[in-house]
């Protein structure tokens, strides 16, 4: 059974627990406890009394033990990354991918010195100078999801305490691991006791940290239901939130597109990952007389595709989360059916034990459809037609979302109009998945985001401070 991390001690936790599984195998690898307000408040207590005297540590001493932490991620790169492969299924390339993603942030909140400054300005008026200092905030959570168990995490903890906080991560319960070894090598690097705390558990311990009165902001990651729900709650709470929410990506092809690149990189759009992540290209929209050709090829490669447990050579597309989670992937397949589109690939059918599904295409797929709208979070393409470029940005601007959009084209001008009509916040050109990297904000748009400062990138350390303005006369 895992236990929670509270001021620098492993505890016990005398709750319901949850099964964590290896997805490849459906073994039972791990109990995870369900904590509950006890537990947060524990976790909150402990963070508060480390704030004291964490956010008076001088920022370069903050800094010295942020790149003792990179120096033993990076000794520890090929675990973590065998250990995301192991609870979460992906392939063990897609897993180092993860975790170098995840250190970038590492790396990246090691410029707090320069990121932390304030501002200037002398003789705003006759002998008065005014200043802009950044402040910590004091305790503050995040809770991400369980599709990227190791980077998401780093999104997160990283930042905040670089400039200042206290936190008490809450991981994902589906794939908690992945948070525990990130909490032993930050204890290992030589944090004060406190400064990273561990709850585990799902919504009741989610509830019971915005509800907190000593928690002063939430980093949420996850679905757009839940993200939504968070955002409210914490602002009835006066929390300030930053909520990121799923997603319905995109993928635009010019007839003049280089097929030779779009087709792998639209595959490793949809079908990375199991197609379990929030950039995952979901409706390949085929522009003009390219449509057909588009299909025949994407098809042609996707069925060529291994599927297999992630730590086996070769193999490219890794297990689904959980067997409820195969089977309502499952649900959307047969509804996209029953609504009028076609099985141009059919990856039903795989025999267990792991939760395994096959790479599936659907062919004829419009945002009216629910196929066509809903994020599925598995390894289906959706595939529909546009006449103009137009037509196609009508129909990703169609979905609620707004996460990504990419677009294949030799043409800057087509690049440009989609870059400047889509509602997305993410855009790739000739790429499948835009990800931005850490000194850029993860740039969600409409249903994908709830709040205004957006995961890593200088947003994180506006989003982890408060500003104090000082007018002086002297
Ligand atoms: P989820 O919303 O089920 O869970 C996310 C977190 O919220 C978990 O820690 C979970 O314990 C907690 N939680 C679950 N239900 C809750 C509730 N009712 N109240 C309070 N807390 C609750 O998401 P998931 O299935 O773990 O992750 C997949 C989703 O995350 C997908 O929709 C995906 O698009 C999204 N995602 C978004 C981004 C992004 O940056 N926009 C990145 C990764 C994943």
């Known amino acids: ?42 976790a909150v207590a402990a963070a508060a009394r480390a704030f004291q005297s964490w956010s008076r540590t001088p920022v370069m001493e903050r800094v010295r033990l942020m790149f003792r932490f990179k120096e033993l991620l990076e000794r520890h790169f090929e675990e973590l990354a065998r250990l995301v492969t192991l609870h979460h299924g992906k392939t063990l390339e897609e897993a180092r991918g993860e975790v170098r993603r995840g250190i970038e942030v590492v790396d990246f909140a090691c410029g707090a010195p320069t990121l932390l400054q304030g501002r200037t300005l002398r003789e705003v008026s006759s002998g008065v ?7 910590p905030l004091g305790v503050v959570a995040g809770i991400p999801p369980f599709n990227f168990p190791v980077m998401i995490p780093l999104w997160m903890f990283p930042i905040a305490v670089v400039a200042g906080n206290t936190f008490v991560l809450k991981p994902s319960e589906k794939t908690p691991l992945g ?26 311990a989610v509830e019971a940290l915005i509800a907190h009165p000593e928690v002063r902001a939430v980093q949420f990651v996850g679905s757009e239901p839940v993200a939504r729900r968070v955002y409210a709650l914490a602002a009835e709470h006066g929390k300030r939130v930053s909520a990121a929410g799923g997603a319905k990506n995109h993928l635009v092809v010019m007839p003049d597109a280089d097929l030779d690149l779009a087709v792998p990189a639209i595959l490793n759009s949809a079908f990375g990952n199991a197609g379990e992540r929030c950039l995952a290209g979901s409706v390949a929209v085929g522009v003009g007389e390219v449509g057909p050709e588009l299909l025949e090829r994407v098809v042609a490669a996707a069925s060529r595709l291994k599927v297999g447990p992630g730590w086996e050579e070769g193999v490219q597309v890794g297990p689904l989360i959980r067997e409820e989670h195969r089977q309502r992937v499952v649900r ?93 916040g993410m855009v790739g050109v000739n790429v499948g998945v835009a990800q931005p990297f850490a000194f850029y904000p993860f740039s969600g748009w409409r249903a994908s985001f709830f709040g205004d400062l957006h995961p890593h990138g200088p947003d994180a350390f506006l989003f982890y401070t408060q500003r104090k303005v000082v007018v002086e006369r002297w």
């Not at 996209?336 to 034990?353: F, H, M």
């Not at 470029?389 to 959009?405: P, T, W």
Request: glycine letters at 14%; a negative charge.
């Open 179 to 204: 948070a525990v070894r990130l909490a032993e090598l930050f204890l290992e690097a030589g944090f004060p006791e406190g400064v990273l705390n561990l709850v585990h558990g799902g919504q009741e």
């Open 332 to 424: 959307y397949i047969n509804r996209g059916l029953e609504e009028g589109a076609g099985l141009a690939l059919d990856g039903r059918g795989i025999e267990g034990p792991g939760f395994f599904l096959g790479p599936t295409v659907l062919d004829r797929v419009s945002p009216g459809m629910v196929v066509g709208r809903e994020e599925i979070f598995g390894p289906v393409l959706s595939v529909s037609y546009a006449q103009t470029l137009e037509e196609a940005i009508r129909q990703a601007n169609a979905v609620s979302y707004g996460n990504m959009a990419c677009i294949f084209t030799q043409s800057g001008r087509n690049a440009r109009v989609l870059r400047e009509e889509v509602q997305a």
């Open 1 to 42: 059974m895992l236990k929670n991390l509270v001021g620098g001690e492993w505890k016990e936790v005398s709750r319901p627990a949850l099964p964590v599984y290896n997805p490849a195998t459906g073994e039972v690898i791990e109990e995870v406890p369900l904590s509950g307000p006890e537990e947060v408040g524990e």
């Open 129 to 135: 100078d005014q200043n802009l200092f950044h402040y």
